[in-house]
T-cell receptor
Framework: QQPVQSPQAVILREGEDAVINCSSS?????VHWYRQKHGEAPVFLMI?????EQKGHEKISASFNEKKQQSSLYLTASQLSYSGTYFC???????????FGKGTKLSVIP | KAGVTQTPRYLIKTRGQQVTLSCSPI?????VSWYQQTPGQGLQFLFE???????NKGNFPGRFSGRQFSNSRSEMNVSTLELGDSALYLC????????????FGPGTRLLVL
């Protein structure tokens, strides 16, 4: 079952902050975040594992609420280069496969 | 280190035909996953291969199949193409586990007429 992302789209001015949420109905082992720019492949941002381990880029921060099966991606002081579609991928416990949400389109304008 | 490569990049086929797409993972990566991306459904998991074995399969009909070779290169095949198969097909590789960082290739854009 696909995780639900919110919002579906957001427009920011440079320097503003944004939060993208990802919610699953299943117990999760890991949550993954990727960004895809138009016409390009998705690029890894962050992995959050059950138990608190995180791996990702220094400038990206995210949280994983294991009790609520929710994750949030925090984008601070946005830059034009942050524009793109953000996908969360969830790995339900025991499934060993990633199910991606439909994405959140982020546009940063000058 | 070379990234994930996919060939061909673009394909046009007609209904009823079959198609084979190829994916070469990053050197040393043994897990290869395939995804279908469409505007309406987003990224949908097709299957994952590890050491020449299909380890996981998504919810797609049997017309979608794949394989992995001893050098970790992978192919996916779609038989009896339907209009709804038009999509961007992405493969991603990781060292060994799907829960590790996935490195995506540029994709193959398939158009079925």
């Amino acid at each position: 079952q696909q995780p639900v992302q919110s919002p579906q789209a957001v427009i920011l001015r440079e320097g503003e902050d944004a939060v993208i949420n990802c919610s699953s109905s299943k117990a999760l082992y890991s949550v993954h975040w990727y960004r895809q720019k138009h016409g390009e492949a998705p690029v890894f941002l962050m992995i959050l594992l059950k138990g608190g381990e995180q791996k990702g880029h220094e400038k990206i921060s995210a949280s994983f609420n294991e009790k609520k099966q929710q994750s949030s991606l925090y984008l601070t002081a946005s830059q034009l280069s942050y524009s793109g579609t953000y996908f969360c991928g969830t790995e339900p416990a025991g499934s060993y496969q990633l199910t991606f949400g439909k994405g959140t389109k982020l546009s940063v304008i000058p | 280190k070379a990234g994930v490569t996919q060939t061909p990049r673009y394909l046009i086929k007609t209904r009823g035909q079959q198609v084979t797409l190829s994916c070469s993972p990053i050197s040393g990566h043994r897990s290869v996953s395939w995804y279908q991306q469409t505007p309406g459904q987003g990224l949908q998991f097709l299957f994952e291969y590890f050491s020449e074995t299909q380890r996981n399969k998504g919810n797609f009909p049997g017309r979608f199949s794949g394989r992995q070779f001893s050098n970790s290169r992978s192919e996916m095949n779609v038989s009896t193409l339907e209009l709804g198969d038009s999509a961007l097909y992405l493969c991603a590789s990781s060292l060994a586990q799907i829960r590790e960082t996935q490195y995506f290739g540029p994709g193959t854009r398939l158009l079925v007429l």
